[in-house]
């Protein structure tokens, strides 16, 4: 069966440092994988996702994430926070049936 | 376009009581998802229609739950006999197809007194 690690329930950087949203994946073969974030009061919202064509993938306002087979990871990056990153966020990967298989979600508090 | 709409945005029920949250999907999306979020913790899935039938109710908890989608598009989640561990948010998402990407509507918060 597919799940999803989230490796930090909580993560505290300055604004302007960089961000670092750890995941782990179980999956008996190659998955897709999602990262969504979940800003307070606003329906979830997909950063991005990889479908196993580049395993560097790139999402929107400026986060990227990288496929490791070797390390089953999909950690979630970005190189330098923004007050308006604060959110929850999830790793993510589709079950059977198209259904999605959340992780515990990471909540990311930048300081100013 | 419009997104995925969510009504009522918040509900405040008294155990034992009957409750209907609705899901309005986004237009020509053949795919419905229900998922559950607890206080906490990651979405958990429910249940999943393709067109007016559910494909996989795998995630239902008990049979106090159950979902409609008679026309393939407007989907109806009922509980019966509410409990106060039914409180969560109840969030809705639909793709085009399934598997594709899914769009989450705002949820509806279910509060059990």
């Known amino acids: 069966a597919q799940s999803v690690t989230q490796l930090d329930s909580h993560v505290s950087v300055s604004e302007g440092t960089p961000v670092l949203l750890r995941c782990n994946y179980s999956s008996s073969y190659s998955p897709s994988l999602f990262w969504y974030v979940q800003h307070p009061n606003k329906g979830l919202q997909l950063l991005l996702k990889y479908t196993s064509a580049a395993t560097l993938v790139k999402g929107i306002n400026g986060f990227e994430a990288e496929f490791k087979k070797s390390e089953t990871s999909f950690h979630l990056t970005k190189p330098s926070a923004h007050m308006s990153d604060a959110a929850e966020y999830f790793c993510v990967v589709p079950g059977n049936t198209g259904k999605l298989i959340f992780g515990q979600g990471t909540t990311l508090q930048v300081k100013p | 376009g419009a997104g995925v709409s969510q009504t009522p945005s918040n509900k405040v029920t008294e155990k034992g009581k009957y409750v209907e949250l609705r899901c309005d999907p986004i237009s020509g999306h053949t795919a419905l998802y229900w998922y559950r979020q607890s206080l906490g913790q990651g979405p958990e899935f429910l249940i999943y229609?393709?067109?007016?039938?559910?494909?996989?109710d795998s995630g239902l908890p008990n049979d106090r739950f159950f979902a409609v989608r008679p026309e393939g598009s407007v989907s109806t989640l009922k509980i019966q006999r509410t409990e106060r561990g039914d409180s969560a948010v109840y969030l809705c998402?639909?793709?085009?197809?399934?598997?594709?990407?899914?769009?989450f509507g705002p949820g509806t918060r279910l509060t059990v007194l």
């Open positions: 229609f393709q067109g007016t039938g559910a494909a996989d």
């Open positions: 998402a639909s793709s085009y197809t399934s598997p594709d990407t899914q769009y």
